[in-house]
Nanobody, 121 residues
């Protein structure tokens, strides 16, 4: 599956952004979809994932309550709604697709190109 992330940008602290990730192919609903992020000088980290049906999702502990992952299988798209953004949320955000429910990058074989999110103080 090929993935194309979009929606990043510059936002002030406390603001919101919604990222989108469009997938190619007719098997989108079979994939676990995840979001990861990589801040400058740091390793890439798990943000959230969602099951193929969209019923179950999981978040990094530090993001619970501010970020929401969702998907529209009819549009082959997964979203990440980010609210109450902080400067520490500044990172390149990546969407990924994989066959199993995991928080580990290695379990996601397909990756989008990343979209930059910058939160100013």
């Amino acid at each position: 599956v090929q993935l194309q992330a979009s929606g990043g940008g510059l936002v002030q602290a406390g603001g919101s952004l919604r990222l989108s990730c469009a997938a190619s192919g007719r098997t989108f609903r079979r994939y676990i979809m995840g979001w990861f992020r990589q801040a400058p000088g740091k390793e890439r980290e798990f943000v959230a994932h969602i099951t193929g049906s969209g019923v179950t999702s999981r978040y990094a502990d530090s993001l619970q309550g501010r970020f929401t992952i969702s998907r529209d299988n009819a549009k082959n798209t997964v979203y990440l709604q980010m609210n109450s953004l902080k400067p520490d949320d500044t990172a390149v955000y990546y969407c990924a697709a994989g066959p199993i429910l995991s928080t580990t990058q290695a379990d996601f074989p397909s990756w989008g190109q990343g979209t930059q999110v910058t939160v100013s103080s």
